[in-house]
């Protein structure tokens, strides 16, 4: 028989005092979470050339994190409904603060991955449990909906505080100390967590299944693999098949056993409701916008336009800022204008932003900005309201499954933007470079290799910087085609949803 928790904090809702001040504190674990998914996009040069990466190396620095934040989202949020989210919010901070100051001083390329990946076993521990008590501790359905667009908000600050804030400490420190700032921050989150966050609740009738987050990791590690196998300019077959093999079959067996598990960490009949479905794609496609832009755009006005790593992280920047205030609008309007025009419109308002940053790039940065705005309006919106279509589709006792699900998408979405978009990057810039004459053949693997060289090979900067540049327009024109994909599919999806529907819609 399951045990039913008696706490009386778990039935009586805080004070408002206490559900304002324990939103600080969660969402100052979740600035934490998101400024690491982004902090490395304008660090990536400096970082990889003192450590002496590769471009493959690079990749993996940034994308351990997510990869392995994504795996283990499922099974840590479903450990926090069995534990109690207070407790896996601190564990997870302890984690995550260990984990940064490894990852501070890694002397090695291997030892800065594993770190990152340590990183992302911390965020996976605290991102469910920052929704999960959000949806907990607000009852009221309005007052939720404002705390979950705050929450959102600051999830689109974090990820554009990330490149500004790296570039802002390499001007006077070494490289670790994007991970040091983290320290003080989470002692700080750790002390204000014990002293102001509710009892912790936990139900341990509850079933939790490690194999089932096993599975769950292997399936996401092999597909991303295989995607960055497949974007190489020279794609081995052998190692795409292994890691494509390792993906289907982890996928086939965890939905295979969520089915026989009476506690699964994943109950697939929640995808039935519609707007469930359409607030989980609306996360995936909206962190794959953010995630591909700034990583691509600060690499290129890095690399092609001598920009430091401050100045390229203040111009993506412009994506949080334009999304701001509709992230803030969004929940405060969600139930008088419902889902739609919220999460299907700000994802079309994206597109013409992404369009718009597609043809101006290279001519003028004016317009370039303006794309970058208005890119971020729409997904501010879109962003703002698919956390309250997630949480406001199931009951409490599923809090930690929803949040999970939730994060998942936004860390797939983040994850596939730097394996696709980055792998593919260079893959364009490699086949489509012209070397002139005398150039060593080395310069074709990445614009890094073309700059050691240039100074001694006339001609080659050009070449090169031509090559970058066609190499971004053929991944905005990705970006942008993919942001509408998701634009017409949650349409699709919300088409019966009216402002009267907007949470707990019907079921199909």
Do not use: C
Request: charge should be neutral; avoid cysteine; aromatic fraction near 6%.
């Amino acid at each position: 028989m399951r045990t039913v928790p008696t706490d009386k904090s778990a039935t009586t809702a805080p004070s408002a005092r206490r559900r304002w001040l324990l939103l600080a504190v969660v969402s100052a674990g979740l600035l934490l979470i998101t400024l690491d998914n982004s902090i490395l996009y304008a660090a990536l040069p400096t970082l990889t050339q003192e450590l002496g990466a590769s471009s493959s190396e690079g990749l993996w620095i940034i994308n351990a994190y997510p990869v392995v934040m994504a795996g283990l989202l499922l099974g840590s949020g479903t450990l926090g409904d069995r534990v109690g989210h207070r407790r896996m919010f601190l564990i997870g901070l302890v984690v995550f603060g260990s984990a940064s100051l490894a990852a501070a001083f890694s002397a090695t390329p291997e030892t800065l991955i594993a770190a990152r990946a340590l990183l992302a076993v911390g965020a996976a521990a605290m991102m469910p449990a920052t929704l999960a008590l959000i949806r907990i501790t607000f009852e009221d359905e309005r007052e939720r909906n404002v705390a979950i667009a705050i929450w959102g908000t600051l999830a689109i600050v974090g990820s554009a505080l990330g490149p500004i804030i790296s570039g802002l400490l390499l001007q006077s420190f070494w490289w670790g100390s994007v991970f040091l700032i983290n320290v003080p921050v989470v002692v700080a989150a750790i002390v204000a967590t014990l002293v102001l966050a509710p009892p912790n609740v936990a139900d341990p009738g509850r079933k939790w299944d490690l194999p089932s987050s096993l599975l769950a990791l292997v399936a996401l590690v092999g597909l991303v693999i295989a995607i960055k196998e497949t974007a190489k300019p020279e794609p081995a077959l052998l190692p795409i098949a292994a890691a494509g093999l390792a993906a289907v079959v982890g996928g086939w067996a965890f939905a295979r056993r969520q089915r026989r598990l009476p506690d699964p960490l994943l109950d697939f009949s929640i995808f039935r409701n519609r707007a469930f479905l359409a607030g989980v794609l609306a996360a995936g496609f909206s962190l794959f916008a953010i995630a591909g832009i700034q990583l691509i755009t600060t690499q290129r006005f890095q690399l092609v336009e001598g920009f430091t790593p401050l100045r390229a992280g203040l111009l993506v920047a412009a994506v949080a800022l334009g999304a701001l205030p509709t992230a803030m609008a969004g929940g405060a309007t969600l139930h008088r204008v419902g889902l739609l025009p919220i999460i299907a419109g700000g994802l079309a308002l994206s597109t013409v932003g992404s369009a718009l940053i597609l043809l101006t790039f290279d001519t003028s940065m004016g317009l370039l900005i303006t794309g970058l705005l208005i890119t971020g309006a729409g997904l501010g919106a879109a962003m703002s309201v698919a956390s309250s279509a997630i949480m406001g589709n199931v009951p409490a006792r599923r809090a930690g499954m929803a949040s999970s699900v939730e994060e998942v998408s936004y860390e797939f979405g983040s994850l596939i933007a730097v394996a696709l978009l980055g792998s593919l990057l260079t893959s364009v810039y490699t086949a489509t470079i012209d070397l002139p004459a005398g150039a060593p053949d080395s310069a074709r693997d990445s614009l890094d290799s073309a700059l050691a060289r240039a100074a001694a090979h006339p001609g080659l900067l050009d070449a090169a910087s031509t090559a970058f540049d066609g190499a971004y327009s053929t991944v905005m024109v990705v970006v942008t085609a993919v942001i509408a994909v998701g634009a017409i599919m949650t349409g699709v999806l919300l088409r019966r949803h009216g402002p009267g529907s907007a949470l707990s819609g019907p079921h199909h």
